[in-house]
């Protein structure tokens, strides 16, 4: 696939309509993960987001979910992240012409530096499987929120547990390792969260096709950013390898009861 077309592929308005208004170059000027506008359109769809919401978009990265939910939701957003410093994030806040709507700061997951009841909505998308799994941390998180406010994670997902297959499918544990002992099924967040009689869980889903929006961002990866296929080529052999019996993102919301 030569760069224009790998570049053309991540532009799917039959899919995602309002992720394919923004320009792929500048999204994966931004990379850190699968392309998060396609996650969180998709998420976005089991939530209500409105204008003038105060939102937490936890987990951040370089920006690009914030500036999202800034335009297409007219929220205001608090931009936390812990690897990627606020000045970073608010310059590409100010490029995009949000500057006014989203707030960058940075903040470890465990120590957020909030107000309690201060969000009407808190989403986290391609990250809270590096701090979410603990027991002990949703009934944490969901402090932050007004009674009635809203929780949605994308999260990389498995199909089946991995306590239930015994071991990481092979071909995963040679790229991540012991990390996708944190990949769960939607099923096992739904129960993880409902447990805790906190939160009312709305929606609990794999992606469609999730795989292949994989897929499809690694190879746009590969072919467009400086370091080149060499970098992305285990995860597209992954993901090619496993042709959707495994991998997969979980987008899950709720509610605060």
Partial sequence: MTAPDALS???????????????????????????????LEDLARDLDLRPGMRVLDLGSGKGATSVFLAREYGVDVVAADWWVGAEEAAAVFAAAGVDGQVEAVRAEAHQLPFEEGSFDAIVSIDAFEYFGTADNYLPYLVRFLRPGGQLGVATPALTREVREMGAIPAHIKALVG?????????????????????VTVTSARLQEDAWRDWLLWTRACAEHLPEGRAAHQPVIDMLT?????????????????
């Fill in 178 to 198: 012991w990390e996708a002992i944190a990949w769960h099924t939607a099923e096992w967040w739904r129960f993880q969260w409902e447990i805790t009689e906190l």
């Fill in 9 to 39: 592929a991540l532009v799917r308005p039959d899919r995602y309509p309002r992720s394919s208004a923004y320009d792929p170059a500048w999204l994966l000027g931004l990379d850190m993960g699968p392309n998060p506008l396609w996650l």
């Fill in 241 to 257: 390898a496993d042709a959707g019996a495994y991998l997969s993102f979980a987008l899950v919301t709720a509610a605060r009861t």
